[in-house]
């Protein structure tokens, strides 16, 4: 589809897909440098909204999912990893870490960091080595809140909504029109364009 696009479009999109950020994205793909901020903005949405650049974008994004193999249900397990951790799981019967090798993969990855501190006895050996007389391990977690406000997030278990009402409390009339976006209108459209052209 790309051959549909201008090269600055093209450059766009590439963009886009890198930075995620569209003014950036079209600061480096036009020749935006005496241009304002909203008059990049205003330019940079008009682009994003071209129905052309946002199939490329689209396609662009699932190459770049499809190379990474990132799944929305591969998200949701690593999270769930982080979220659901027993901590108990990172230990013996007798209460000791067990050996970073030993642990299953989830608790593995549920995990950011261990420390050490070993204690040394003025003690020394028949080398003259100082003798270890304990460890201290510390074990730093992922955030368990964060994955879990992520993970509800995304099953809509939070709902963001701010309600703004006029100066006499009535409600106030809409400007716009609100659509919801869903992948499958997204390839509608795309399809529809292709049809087009």
Same mark, same amino acid.
């Given at each position: 589809?790309?051959?549909?696009? &201008?090269?600055?479009?093209?450059?766009?999109?590439?963009? =886009?897909?890198?930075?995620?950020? !569209?003014?950036?994205? =079209?600061?480096?793909? =036009?020749?935006?440098?005496?241009? $304002?901020?909203?008059? @990049?903005?205003?330019?940079?949405?008009?682009? $994003?909204?071209?129905?052309? @650049?946002?199939?490329?974008?689209? /396609?662009?994004?699932?190459?770049?999912?499809?190379?990474?193999?990132?799944?929305?249900?591969?998200?949701?397990?690593?999270?769930?990893? $982080?979220?659901?951790? +027993?901590?108990?799981?990172?230990?013996?019967?007798?209460?000791?870490?067990?050996? %970073?090798? /030993?642990?299953?993969? +989830? &608790?593995?990855?549920?995990?950011?960091?261990?420390?050490? +501190?070993?204690?040394?006895?003025? %003690?020394?050996?028949?080398?003259?080595?100082?003798? @270890? /007389?304990?460890?201290?391990?510390?074990?730093?977690?992922?955030?368990?809140?964060? !994955?879990?406000?992520?993970?509800?997030?995304?099953?809509?278990?939070?709902?963001?909504?701010? /309600?703004?009402?006029?100066?006499?409390?009535?409600?106030? !009339?809409?400007?716009?029109?609100?659509? &919801?976006? &869903?992948?499958?209108? @997204?390839?509608?459209?795309?399809?529809?364009?292709? +049809?087009?052209?």
């Amino acid at each position: 589809m790309s051959h549909e696009l &201008t090269p600055k479009q093209e450059a766009f999109a590439l963009k =886009y897909v890198e930075l995620g950020n !569209a003014s950036e994205a =079209y600061r480096q793909s =036009y020749d935006a440098e005496n241009m $304002l901020p909203k008059s @990049v903005w205003e330019e940079a949405s008009r682009t $994003l909204s071209d129905l052309k @650049v946002a199939a490329r974008i689209m /396609e662009l994004q699932e190459l770049h999912q499809k190379r990474h193999a990132v799944t929305v249900d591969r998200v949701l397990k690593e999270y769930a990893k $982080l979220a659901f951790l +027993d901590i108990r799981k990172a230990f013996d019967e007798t209460g000791n870490l067990i050996p %970073i090798h /030993e642990l299953d993969d +989830d &608790t593995a990855a549920a995990i950011s960091g261990i420390e050490v +501190d070993k204690k040394v006895s003025k %003690i020394t050996d028949e080398n003259g080595e100082p003798m @270890v /007389e304990s460890y201290l391990h510390k074990i730093k977690l992922c955030d368990k809140k964060g !994955a879990l406000d992520s993970i509800a997030r995304h099953l809509g278990m939070f709902v963001d909504k701010t /309600e703004i009402t006029g100066k006499d409390g009535s409600a106030l !009339a809409p400007n716009s029109v609100s659509l &919801t976006v &869903t992948p499958d209108l @997204v390839k509608s459209i795309v399809q529809q364009v292709r +049809d087009e052209f």
